[in-house]
């Protein structure tokens, strides 16, 4: 059966000309037929999970519980409910997503699915604990068998207790919600320094992982990563993340840019993610595929970062990922895993 297009005829399933709020109450933006998925009923394990295939949705695009039970039965069947906080957070005032090139200029046209490229700057809003307590749980009661959600977590500095304590506070929270698979994002480019660049020093990586694992025993701990500098703050990271406890790796997140004109006075960078940052992911893969057998460390890497068409996936594959995961392409094109089930033989 061949699924219909989507891009550029429909309109993406998160409104960009709405506030993030709009898009949570009102979102997502979806009045498709869902079709049934083509591939053949098999499970893989996915940190002692079975899920049906390796393909899931990045921290960012479900926003809550309804988007997560779309993308669900989309067919991704490892979603990542959105990077959560101990307490709730406001989210950056629009614009939130502009398209630009591979420059960082921004553009009106963002031509083939393929290289579309935005840049997004939410802030990481967070909705309260006791809303997120419910939501949690409902999202996990929303899946198939043979999938599971991730929870991703950010911790708040100045909240009272020290910054790794809040990525206790945060991850606790998701934990019990209900949170089978919790993953600490260590990158974020969009909020103040000490939050954004978190993954890139060994030290804190490995305190961080250590203290944060220890907490949520025995929930496998993901941390989420950015593109690193040089090989050997990889090499020196990954160690330090595998013997702090961490699971997985997951990576990248969208590269911090100089985006022109700036999104507005307060935000002279911004996140890059989509099509023009494929490369650097796929390379980012290869280089921690290779650390990560060489010294034995036996985490898994999920990848993610301009996954647009069903192939990109398999570019990810055949670099060494284990997962592969689509946060702008889902966006622009939400059949993007039912297309990956239907080229599966
Ligand atoms: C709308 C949007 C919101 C995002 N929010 C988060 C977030 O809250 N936490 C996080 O770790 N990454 C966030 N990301 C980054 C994605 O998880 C992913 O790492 C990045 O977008 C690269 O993948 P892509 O090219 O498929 O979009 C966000 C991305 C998008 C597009």
């Known amino acids: 059966m061949k699924l219909p297009e989507w ?53 960012g695009p479900l926003l809550t519980s309804k988007w997560v039970a779309l993308a669900a039965r989309l067919g991704f069947d490892i979603p990542t409910y959105k990077t ?52 949690i749980a409902k999202a996990n009661r929303s899946l198939s068998e043979g999938q599971v959600m991730i929870v991703s977590v950010v911790g708040t500095p100045n909240r009272g207790v020290s910054f790794v304590q809040d990525f206790v506070r945060a991850a606790v929270l998701a934990k019990e919600g209900g949170a089978k698979i919790i993953e600490v994002n260590f990158s974020c480019p969009n909020v103040e320094k000490a939050e954004g660049i978190l993954y890139q020093n060994p030290e804190t990586v490995h305190e961080y992982t250590r203290i944060i694992a220890k907490a949520i025993h025995p929930t496998p701990l993901i941390l989420k990563v950015g593109v690193f500098e040089n090989d050997h703050q990889m090499k020196s990271v990954l ?26 006075e307060g935000r002279k960078t911004s996140g890059v993610c989509g099509g023009a940052i494929r490369e650097k992911a796929i ?27 069903p192939d990109h996936f398999d570019l990810f594959f055949e670099a060494g ?22 080229s599966i033989k």
């Open 84 to 135: 959560i906080r101990s307490e709730a957070h406001p989210s950056h005032r629009l614009p939130n997503v502009t398209f630009v090139n591979a420059e960082g200029r921004q553009i009106k046209d963002p031509g083939p699915l393929s290289e579309l490229t935005i840049t997004n700057s939410f802030g990481m809003p967070s909705k309260s604990p006791e809303f997120l307590l419910e939501d």
């Open 283 to 309: 390379q980012f893969i290869r280089d921690a595929s290779k650390i990560n057998r060489d010294n034995r460390l036996g985490l898994t890497l999920i990848g993610c970062g301009g996954i647009m068409a």
């Open 321 to 342: 990922a284990d997962v592969g995961m689509s946060a702008t392409g889902m966006m622009w094109d939400p059949y993007l895993a039912l297309r990956y089930h239907a």
């Open 7 to 59: 891009y550029p005829n429909e309109a993406p399933i998160y409104d960009i000309s709405k506030t993030y709020s709009e898009n949570a109450e009102y979102g997502p933006f979806f009045d498709g037929p869902i079709f049934k998925r083509e591939n053949p009923k098999q499970f893989f394990d996915f940190l002692g999970f079975p899920v049906r295939s390796k393909i899931g949705v990045p921290a």
């Open 239 to 264: 160690l330090s993340a595998a013997r702090g406890g961490a699971r997985a790796i997951c990576g990248i997140n969208s590269v911090s840019m100089a985006v022109h004109p700036p999104l507005d």
